[in-house]
Structure formats: structure tokens, C-alpha cells
């Protein structure tokens, strides 16, 4: 049973940073693709960011490019994104999910992802 549990989210001022954590179990990490995604009240998810399986392609919305980078520790089975320079528009619950593929065909699609976490909170703000 694969399970996902972000952590690292809080309170912080724009132009600041933070470092999201997804921990996984149940899976063998190399074998799925990871994504991070976001919600804000009243708006859809989207897609913030995916790290592929095999080969770890990086795939990133074009709101955070430049800014949040995704990566993986297969040892720890942990995804992490940091982000930097934040902006009160990054505010927004973060999920991250898994799917058991070689190749995800729409990396930043909530609807290609079988299995999601709880979310952590992120809030920019002065």
C-alpha cells in the first residue's frame, strides 16, 4: 500500500524559502513518477512539479521554473521541492502524489496520479 506524507510547509515572507518533504512507503521510489501539486482556496489543483521514474526527468509548471527544483532521495524514499523566492501567489495547500509508471504522459495532470498524501500548508506572506 503506497503511502505519502508531506511535511515542511509554514509561514513565510515573501522572497523567502522553504523545503517541502515527501516521504513514501510501501513503494519502490525508483519505480514511480512523484508530483507536487497545489490548491488554493477556491482554485483547481495544479501541477507544480514532477520527478519521473527511472531516469528522474524534471518537469516544471512555468510559474515556478527558475525557482522550485524537485528532487529525490531513493536511500531515504523522499521527494523533496525547494522552493525559493516566494511569492504570495505560491500560497496554497501541497500535495505530492505517486504513480506506478515508466513514463507519465502528462507529468503535471492531478488525474494521472493514482496516490496522494494529506498536503502541507504554505503560506507567503509579510
Known amino acids: 500500500q503506497v503511502q505519502l506524507v508531506e511535511s515542511g510547509g509554514g509561514l513565510v515572507q515573501p522572497g523567502g524559502s522553504l523545503r517541502l518533504s515527501c516521504a513514501a512507503s510501501?513503494?519502490?521510489?525508483?519505480?514511480?513518477?512523484i508530483g507536487w501539486f497545489r490548491q488554493a482556496p477556491g482554485k483547481e489543483r495544479e501541477g507544480v512539479a514532477c520527478?519521473?521514474?527511472?531516469?528522474?526527468?524534471?518537469y516544471y509548471a512555468d510559474s515556478v521554473k527558475g525557482r522550485f527544483t524537485i528532487t529525490r532521495d531513493t536511500a531515504k524514499k523522499t521527494v523533496y521541492l525547494q522552493m525559493e523566492s516566494l511569492e504570495p501567489e505560491d500560497t496554497g495547500l501541497y500535495y505530492c502524489?505517486?504513480?506506478?509508471?515508466?513514463?507519465?504522459?502528462?507529468?503535471?495532470?492531478?488525474?494521472?496520479?493514482?496516490?496522494w498524501g494529506q498536503g502541507t500548508q504554505v503560506t507567503v506572506s509579510s
Open positions: 502524489a505517486a504513480e506506478l509508471v515508466a513514463v507519465v504522459s502528462r507529468p503535471l495532470a492531478p488525474h494521472e496520479y493514482d496516490s
Open positions: 510501501g513503494i519502490i521510489l525508483e519505480l514511480y513518477a
Open positions: 520527478i519521473s521514474s527511472a531516469v528522474a526527468s524534471t
